[in-house]
């Protein structure tokens, strides 16, 4: 598909998706989230293997386009942010694995963006920060998704403060898996995705979309639900074929 605001390249298995609005920040404008949104769908119902969420210019991105609610009606800005809920619920329903590659700045709805992907590689100069506790807007919804990362003192002291956190504190907090040097971050990330595919394209769907639904759940009912779709998944035929040639290798 034709993209205004993206860029998306495919190498091999894996499909980057490229936020490419520099001269805005990156800024999640409603345009670029229904665009964005689009093509995940796209990509969902490839044979793509994998997805990284990456950023050109010298920030990840800056959050929501302010132009987007500034003197909107109530209406417009309640459909602004479902449109971002519907992107951000559709990176998790894919059935690949996702990984954002982050420099520069992440903050508010681009932190959240970072904090919903399913993996992250963060570059060591970059920062992570959801500011609208400095001013007249708290960042009610990018603090749903961050603090189901990092937990809630946490998540509450980078909402209350505003203050960023750099890429080490990210990663000791949660926010992302890991740090690399920034010449290093395009090859690192993509090794981690890569390694993130291994293994069937229905086991790995099944098992992303198993974690978000028992993440949620008391223990008790997770280990029922995670139970049943281990018990299910176990009757197919590739698993089948797994355990009998591994059975077969140890009696040999």
């Given at each position: 598909?034709n993209t205004?605001h993206?860029?998306?390249e ?7 998706v490229?936020?490419n609005?520099?001269e805005?920040r990156?800024?999640?404008?409603r345009?670029l989230?229904l665009?964005?949104t689009a093509v995940l ?5 490839s ?10 210019g010298?920030?990840f991105?800056?959050?929501h ?6 003197g909107?009606t ?5 459909e602004?942010?479902?449109v971002?809920?519907?992107m951000?619920d559709t990176l998790q ?14 903050t508010?709805?681009g932190c959240?963006?970072v904090?919903t ?8 100069s970059?920062?992570f ?5 400095k001013?007249?807007?708290f960042?009610?919804t990018p603090l ?6 990092i937990?809630r003192k946490r998540?509450?002291?980078?909402a209350?403060?505003g203050?960023?956190i750099?890429a080490l504190?990210a990663a ?14 395009v090859?690192?990330t993509?090794?981690?995705?890569t ?6 394209e ?8 198993a974690?978000?639904r028992?993440i949620e ?5 997770a280990y029922?639900y995670a139970g049943?779709v281990?018990a299910e998944?176990?009757?197919d035929?590739q698993?089948?074929?797994s355990?009998h ?5 140890r009696?040999l």
């Amino acid at each position: 598909m034709n993209t205004h605001h993206l860029l998306v390249e495919r190498q091999a298995d894996i499909v980057t998706v490229t936020l490419n609005r520099p001269e805005q920040r990156n800024a999640l404008s409603r345009p670029l989230l229904l665009e964005l949104t689009a093509v995940l769908h796209n990509i969902g119902v490839s044979d793509a293997r994998g997805v990284i969420i990456a950023a050109n210019g010298p920030v990840f991105s800056a959050g929501h386009h302010f132009a987007d609610m500034a003197g909107q009606t109530q209406e417009d800005v309640r459909e602004l942010f479902r449109v971002c809920t519907a992107m951000m619920d559709t990176l998790q329903s894919l059935p690949q694995p996702v990984v954002a590659r982050v420099h520069g700045l992440a903050t508010a709805a681009g932190c959240q963006l970072v904090a919903t992907c399913d993996l992250a590689v963060a570059a060591e100069s970059a920062g992570f920060a959801i500011p609208g506790g400095k001013g007249a807007l708290f960042c009610h919804t990018p603090l749903v998704a961050v603090a189901r990362n990092i937990g809630r003192k946490r998540a509450l002291e980078m909402a209350m403060t505003g203050d960023a956190i750099d890429a080490l504190t990210a990663a000791d907090w949660g926010l992302v898996n890991r740090v690399v040097p920034d010449e290093d971050l395009v090859a690192a990330t993509l090794d981690f995705i890569t390694r993130a595919t291994r293994g069937t394209e229905a086991s790995k769907a099944a098992g992303k979309q198993a974690y978000y639904r028992q993440i949620e759940m008391p223990q008790p009912a997770a280990y029922v639900y995670a139970g049943e779709v281990m018990a299910e998944r176990a009757m197919d035929k590739q698993a089948q074929e797994s355990f009998h040639a591994f059975l077969n290798r140890r009696n040999l």
